[in-house]
């Protein structure tokens, strides 16, 4: 993620660069020797730290106005599921063989028996649910415990850069063969320039 962001406080533009970074281990020697000429494409030992948790988590608590649970409210309930549009089945469909690869993309993706979903069928996602879910329950709990609003925000970052979901997180990448560990979400931080 990266976004220019109109700073009214500072009257600029700022830059927020939220991309994600390679993980510690993601050496040239490391691909060399699993037999690479340059970083897979995709599969686990492509994965990133994910940044566009951190970078929207970040230009909320600083520029936004609205509590973190209203602005995941519609991004939960389309996780709770919608009907999936032709384009996005029929990708799915395309993609097939790679997301079979996986258990985790094979259970999300390929729902019906290691097949794509056909259009208008309810597509869900239901671990991404628990997780936006997660970070509302964090802002909560910190704005209970007294945080104000900005430190509430930030409050789902700790939960996904440093908390329990970052160990979860980094458990399964790894589980895949990734290379992200709990040390790499830790040390993940978005730019402002």
């Known amino acids: 993620t990266q976004a220019p962001v109109w700073d009214p406080r500072a009257g600029r533009v700022m830059g927020v660069n939220?991309?994600?970074?390679?993980?510690a281990a993601a050496t040239p020697e490391l691909y060399r020797e699993k037999g690479y000429r340059y970083p897979p494409e995709y599969g686990p030992l492509a994965a990133v730290v994910p940044g566009t948790p951190g970078g929207l988590f970040a230009m909320l608590a600083e520029w936004?106005?609205?509590?973190?649970?209203k602005v995941l409210e519609p991004a939960i309930e389309l996780a709770d599921g919608f009907p999936i549009e032709a384009q996005l089945?029929?990708?799915?469909?395309?993609h097939r063989e790679r997301l079979s690869g996986w258990p985790f993309s094979r259970a999300l993706f390929l729902p019906r028996g290691g097949e794509a979903p056909e259009a208008g069928e309810i597509f869900r996602q239901?671990?991404?649910a628990?997780?936006?879910?997660?970070?509302?329950?964090?802002?909560?709990?910190?704005?209970?415990?007294g945080a104000d609003r900005?430190?509430?925000?930030?409050?789902?970052d700790e939960l996904f850069y440093r908390g329990t979901l970052a160990r979860e997180l980094a458990d399964a990448i790894r589980a895949e063969g990734g290379l992200?560990?709990?040390a790499d979400l830790a040390a993940w931080r978005p730019r402002f320039e």
């Open 18 to 23: 939220a991309l994600g970074g390679a993980p």
């Open 64 to 69: 936004g106005r609205l509590p973190l649970a």
């Open 89 to 94: 089945a029929g990708t799915l469909r395309r």
């Open 126 to 128: 239901p671990g991404l």
């Open 130 to 145: 628990r997780t936006l879910r997660r970070f509302v329950e964090a802002e909560r709990a910190a704005l209970a415990a």
């Open 150 to 156: 900005q430190r509430a925000i930030l409050a789902a």
């Open 180 to 182: 992200v560990t709990a």
